[in-house]
């Protein structure tokens, strides 16, 4: 582990970027996590992210000076009480242009404010509907991660974390009803605070070097109860909890769990870590069902089709989709429910027709619907040949190539899914809206309370009619 000041330099035009880092290597993996995620700049919309994308750094590259075209390199070792002045003279010597919107003591202070401070952010599991860094779940799907990887800082809205460089914070997770349950989710230094302009709304991400708990602590006592009403019940979101004074005696506590509950090992398996967590809340409150119920539900997926295409999916006629590009979350969907959703009409003539040949219309096979769902067999890399040996299959043309062009997926890795074992619903779950930017053939997954409860109903539909 090595403690200093470092520099990404872009070999191309000469900008370059100064940060400070407990763990200089763990930091380097922080900026170039997901860059090969469709969701990149949700993951970090900052400058220097921006210019990886641009210069096609798209790999995840996790030892420094292996880039070729951004050099990540240590440029003086330090001890951690030197880290901001350390940085303040190479941001002052250097001026690095990629350091715009990232917010350091050292670019915007002449005084470096050496007395250590902690605060506590608050996340509202019931207000939000997903744990710190869940998303890790679906976008990665890995069995093992290290423990680094699930601690990637905190989101607010609270200008006062500007001034957080060099503190410590603790995140605080709440969840559920009748007891609410707090838990001590993770510790971390700030080395680090982004800037993001969405509308003219400012929002702020800070990023450090800390730990994950090696699981989450409940907090819930008299103590805490006492600590949460200093707190503002956490109305405030993201405040400064000081030394001395009121609130003072449970920082303490935080303190002493943070480092009792530092994890031994390095790598863990993320999911089950998750899953070890809603069993213990529903342990906890027995009738606490609610938190995995609807990750359960929020695991799964939808294809959306026009009304003949998924005719065809649901009756058998067709039981290879080809895709291209698919994510991470699909390539590893094999077994699972995928649920068929209708979009508007491509053909509304000739599909209404084909409607009425197989006995079916708008009434019956409404679009914008849940019509059913089929079991997703099998994935597996596509080619001509396979193409050509499921011609009677995919009813797609001539050629895999044709397909590719008219799609306008020329040059992309093709991909074929097998389908089984469909079932259709007597009566179709409708009003149910794809999010705005799926098309035919694509897959998505809830994105809101409404959509969770649309999956629930489709998953459970089968069971209620037996």
Request: charged share 25%; net charge negative; hydrophobic share 35%.
């Amino acid at each position: 582990m090595v403690c200093g000041i470092y520099q990404i330099l872009n070999t191309v035009n000469g900008k370059s970027y100064i940060g400070q880092s407990r763990n200089i290597y763990r930091r380097w993996k922080q900026h170039t996590r997901g860059l090969d995620k469709p969701n990149v700049l949700e993951i970090g919309s900052y400058p220097l992210r921006y210019a990886f994308l641009k210069y096609e750094l798209k790999q995840v590259v996790t030892t420094p000076g292996l880039t070729g075209l951004f050099d990540f390199k240590i440029i003086e070792e330090c001890t951690e009480d030197k880290l901001l002045e350390r940085e303040r003279f190479w941001i002052n010597k250097i001026d690095p242009e990629y350091n715009c919107n990232i917010w350091t003591p050292a670019r915007k202070k002449k005084q470096i404010d050496s007395e250590p401070k902690f605060w506590v952010q608050y996340h509202n599991y019931n207000a939000l509907g997903y744990l710190p860094a869940e998303y890790i779940i679906d976008e990665y799907l890995v069995e093992e991660i290290d423990y680094d990887e699930a601690l990637t800082g905190i989101g607010t809205n609270k200008r006062s974390v500007l001034n957080t460089v060099g503190d410590t914070v603790f995140l605080i997770v709440g969840i559920g009803e009748k007891p609410k349950q707090y838990y001590l989710w993770s510790k971390f230094i700030c080395e680090e605070i982004n800037i993001q302009e969405n509308e003219n709304l400012l929002s702020y991400s800070a990023f450090g070097s800390g730990h994950l708990l090696d699981s989450p602590q409940l907090l819930n006592s008299k103590e805490f109860n006492e600590f949460k009403k200093y707190c503002g019940n956490f109305g405030f979101g993201f405040m400064r909890i000081k030394e001395s004074g009121e609130g003072s005696i449970y920082l303490d506590t935080l303190k002493e769990i943070g480092e009792k509950h530092k994890p031994v090992q390095t790598k863990f398996n993320f999911s089950h870590y998750i899953k070890n967590f809603y069993t213990e809340v529903t342990r906890i409150n027995p009738q606490e069902l609610s938190a995995y119920h609807k990750r359960g539900f929020a695991q799964h997926l939808a294809i959306s089709l026009h009304p003949q295409d998924a005719v065809l999916l649901l009756w058998q006629i067709c039981t290879t989709l080809v895709i291209f590009e698919p994510s991470n979350k699909v390539l590893n969907y094999e077994g699972n429910t995928l649920l068929v959703h209708t979009l508007d009409y491509y053909n509304p003539e000739s599909e209404k027709d084909f409607l009425i040949s197989c006995g079916l219309d708008e009434e019956t096979f409404p679009i914008n619907a849940i019509q059913g769902w089929v079991i997703f067999e099998k994935i597996f890399k596509y080619d001509e040949q396979s193409f050509a040996a499921d011609k009677d299959l995919h009813l797609l043309g001539e050629s895999l190539a044709k397909y590719q062009s008219d799609c306008g997926y020329e040059g992309y890795n093709a991909w074929g899914i097998t389908v089984k074992e469909p079932l259709i619903f007597d009566v179709p779950i409708v009003n149910v809206f794809a999010p705005e930017d799926i098309y035919s053939e694509e897959f998505w997954e809830p994105e809101t309370g409404v959509d969770l409860e649309d999956f629930l109903l489709a998953l459970e539909r089968p069971f209620k009619s037996e």
